[in-house]
């Protein structure tokens, strides 16, 4: 089963887990096994760290994933960061959207795939 990190604009107040958790069920029936800060670190906001600690868990677990995938319907520094630092690292990256959604000309130019979708129940990986 291929590991997969997977970014997504952060919410403090959760927001967006209903997302998250469909992207989740997306990458199972792929057979991709993800990690996702905000869920497996954070807990959905039960555990706390500084800004370095998620940066360092967030390297470390992209250095240890056999592809990226970064959803940019919402922008977000952090998914620049990440879809970067992925680029360098030499890992697939794969980057989601929204129809409809402005997509940046740098992470353009970073993706190795650009997938567009409705429904995030439609993404063919």
Request: with cysteine.
């Amino acid at each position: 089963m291929k590991r997969v990190y997977f970014g997504i604009k952060y919410h403090s107040d959760n927001t967006n887990r209903n997302v998250i958790n469909e992207f989740e069920l997306c990458f199972s029936k792929h057979k991709l096994k993800s990690y996702c800060v905000v869920r497996d670190m954070e807990k959905w906001g039960e555990r706390a760290f500084s800004a370095t600690e998620i940066m360092q868990e967030t390297f470390a677990k992209i250095d240890q994933s056999d592809m990226v995938i970064i959803d940019v319907s919402e922008k977000g520094v952090g998914l620049g960061i990440e879809a970067g630092y992925a680029k360098a690292k030499g890992k697939e990256l794969i980057v989601t959207i929204k129809n409809g959604i402005e997509i940046s000309t740098t992470i353009q130019g970073t993706a190795d795939k650009i997938i567009t979708y409705n429904e995030i129940s439609d993404i063919r990986l």
